[in-house]
């Protein structure tokens, strides 16, 4: 059973501090991603990686950094967390073009 | 600017009737589609997903169907059921993009019995 981990359902931090959020996927998949949803916004795309240590900037990379120093683990940095921030977050790994994405169950950081 | 549109917030449909989700994009180069479903406080899970070679692929009650030349998908649900009451994302993806998908703002199924 393929399975994708973010490491905190929920979170509460306060303004200014460096959040972590952490994803682990267990499917050996060269491509991680991290999205953010908010209402009437879908899915965004902060950041990708398809390869160890390699990363790409997606649509709303701003306030953000990521980190993947191995193949099976994603992490997302809010550099200084702002409550323009509070978002659901979710990791997501796919093998390929043509397969579908595996999703994390989401992390709800709430930023006060 | 958003490639991938899904212009109808919310769907009402009746238990048993058939539910019709729509989906726009714009992107020519989009040669992968797929289907998501939300529940709250989960993470997507797939439903189902089409080539652009195709124009229709089925699986169960799920059906989605492509017309590349107006740049629309849809998705059916034939009969619906109280459980496919969530948000569903229609989400593509071109070819040399390292598989990220482009999302839609999703739709809002409410199944009432």
Request: hydrophobic fraction near 30%; charged fraction near 25%; proline fraction near 4%.
């Amino acid at each position: 059973d393929v399975k994708v981990t973010q490491s905190s359902r929920y979170l509460v931090k306060r303004t200014g501090e460096k959040v972590f959020l952490e994803c682990v996927q267990d499917m050996d998949h060269e491509n991680m991603f991290w999205y953010r949803q908010d209402p009437g916004l879908g899915l965004r795309l902060i950041y990708f990686s398809y390869d160890v240590k390699m990363k790409e900037k997606g649509d709303i990379p701003e306030g953000y950094s990521v980190s993947r120093e191995k193949k099976e683990r994603f992490s997302l940095i809010l550099e200084s967390a702002s409550t323009n921030q509070t978002s659901m977050y979710l990791c997501a790994s796919r093998r390929g073009q043509t397969t579908e994405a595996f999703f994390g169950q989401g992390t709800r950081l709430t930023v006060v | 600017d958003q490639q991938v549109k899904q212009n109808s917030p919310s769907l009402s449909v009746q238990e048993g009737r058939i539910s019709i989700l729509n989906c726009d994009y714009t992107n020519s180069m989009f040669d992968y589609f797929l289907w998501y479903k939300k529940y709250p406080a989960e993470g997507p899970t797939f439903l189902i997903s089409i080539s652009s070679i195709k124009d229709k692929n089925e699986d169960g009650r799920f059906t989605v169907f492509l017309n590349k030349s107006a740049k629309h998908l849809s998705l059916h649900i034939v009969p619906s059921q109280p459980g496919d009451s969530a948000v569903y994302f229609c989400a593509a993806s071109e070819g040399d993009s390292w598989g990220k998908l482009q999302f839609g703002a999703g739709t809002q199924v409410v199944v009432t019995p």
